[in-house]
C-alpha cells in the first residue's frame, strides 16, 4: 500500500528511518537490529541519502534489501545537491525501474565547511523546485521535511512555513518532521501550518537520546528546544545506562502525549540501533 493511501486510514502510522552502513559488517547489524524493529510492523522504512550523494549507491542498495528481506516499502531520501536536472531525471529513472515510488525529496544541506547552499547551475535552489520536477514525472508518492522550531537557515518560523507551504503547492503528499523534544514547539508549528493552508499529513519525527555524544551532535545539528525537567534529568546521570533510562523514558511520555494530541503516526530516527526504540514502543505501541 502507499503512503498516501496508508494515511488515509484511521490506524496510526509508524516508520523508522536508517542510514546506509560504511562496512559490510555494519550492514549485517542493520538488518539484524531492522529484524527487531519490523516486528512492530512498521508501514515503511526510510533509507536516507548521504551529505552530497555520498551513498547514492548505497541507499539504493539498502532499500532493496528491506524490501526484498522483510517485504517492507522503502521511502528513499533523495537531495538535489550538486546535481543538474538531467543528473536528477536519471537517478529518478533508475529509482523507478527498481520498483520504488516513495521518495523524501529534499534540498540537502551545504557540503561540510560552506555555510550557504549553492545550487548546480542547472539544478534546483529549493526542494519546492524539485517537488515540482518529481510530481511532472507522474509516478512518485512525495514527502518532505518539516522544521517545527524552523529551518536552521530560516529566518523565523513563520518564513519557514511559508518555504513549506511551496513544497506543499508543489505536490508534496506528506511531511516528515524534524526530531524535536519539545511537544508545545510541535503543537504551535501545527497551528501555523493550519492557518498557512498546509492540510497534508504531518508525522512527527522521534528520536530518543540514548547517550550524551548523540545529545552533543543533536544540538550541534539542529539545536533543539530541550525542556527544562528532561534537561535536569540529563543533568543528574551519573553513568551512560542512566542517560538511556531517562531517554526513553521521556520518549514514551512524549508519544503518548503525541498520541493523545492525535497525531497521524511516528516516524523514528533509531540511528540503527533497535533497544530504544523496542522499549518505547513495548510501552506505548498497539499498531
Ligand atoms: P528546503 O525546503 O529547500 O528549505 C531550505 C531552506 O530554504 C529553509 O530555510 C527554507 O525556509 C528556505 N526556502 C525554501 N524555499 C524558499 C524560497 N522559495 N525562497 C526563500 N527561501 C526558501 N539531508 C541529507 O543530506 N540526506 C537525507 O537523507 C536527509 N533526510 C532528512 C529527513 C528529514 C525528515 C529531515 C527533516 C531532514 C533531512 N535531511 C537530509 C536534512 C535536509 O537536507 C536539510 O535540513 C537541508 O538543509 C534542507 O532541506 P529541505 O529539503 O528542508 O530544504
Not at 148 to 164: Q, R, S, V
Not at 253 to 258: I, P
Amino acid at each position: 500500500m502507499d503512503i498516501v493511501s496508508r494515511l488515509q486510514q484511521k490506524k496510526p502510522l509508524l516508520s523508522f528511518e536508517v542510514f546506509p552502513p560504511k562496512t559490510p559488517i555494519g550492514e549485517e547489524n542493520l538488518f539484524h537490529e531492522l529484524s527487531v524493529m519490523v516486528s512492530f510492523k512498521p508501514d515503511f522504512i526510510s533509507v536516507t541519502y548521504g551529505a552530497g550523494g555520498s551513498t547514492r549507491a548505497k541507499t539504493l542498495e539498502i532499500a532493496t534489501r528491506i524490501k526484498s528481506t522483510f517485504s517492507i516499502e522503502p521511502l528513499i531520501h533523495f537531495t538535489c545537491v550538486g546535481q543538474s536536472r538531467d543528473d536528477i531525471a536519471s537517478y529518478l529513472n533508475h529509482v523507478q525501474s527498481l520498483g520504488f515510488n516513495n521518495i523524501l525529496a529534499l534540498r540537502g544541506d551545504p557540503p561540510a565547511g560552506q555555510h550557504h547552499f549553492t545550487p548546480h547551475p542547472e539544478g534546483f535552489k529549493y526542494a519546492s523546485e524539485l517537488v515540482e520536477f518529481i510530481r511532472n514525472m507522474d509516478h512518485f508518492t512525495i514527502g518532505v521535511a518539516g522544521y517545527p522550531e524552523g529551518h536552521i537557515e530560516a529566518p523565523d518560523l513563520d518564513t519557514d512555513i511559508k518555504n513549506l507551504k511551496k513544497k506543499v503547492d508543489a505536490g508534496a503528499d506528506f511531511i516528515i518532521t524534524q526530531l524535536f523534544f519539545n511537544n508545545d514547539r510541535f503543537y504551535t508549528f501545527m497551528e501555523k501550518t493550519a492557518k498557512a493552508g498546509i492540510s497534508i499529513p504531518i508525522i512527527p519525527g522521534i528520536m530518543p537520546l540514548t547517550n550524551m555524544v548523540q545529545f552533543q551532535k543533536v544540538t550541534a545539528m539542529c539545536n533543539p528546544d530541550m525542556p527544562v525537567p528532561l534537561l535536569q534529568e540529563l543533568e543528574r546521570c551519573t553513568l551512560p545506562d542512566d542517560i538511556c533510562k531517562v531517554g526513553i523514558e521521556f520518549t514514551i511520555n512524549q508519544c503518548k502525549e503525541l498520541q493523545s494530541y492525535g497525531v497521524p503516526g511516528f516516524h523514528f530516527y533509531p540511528l540503527n540501533k533497535s533497544a530504544a526504540v523496542k522499549s518505547i514502543l513495548d510501552e506505548f505501541w498497539h499498531g
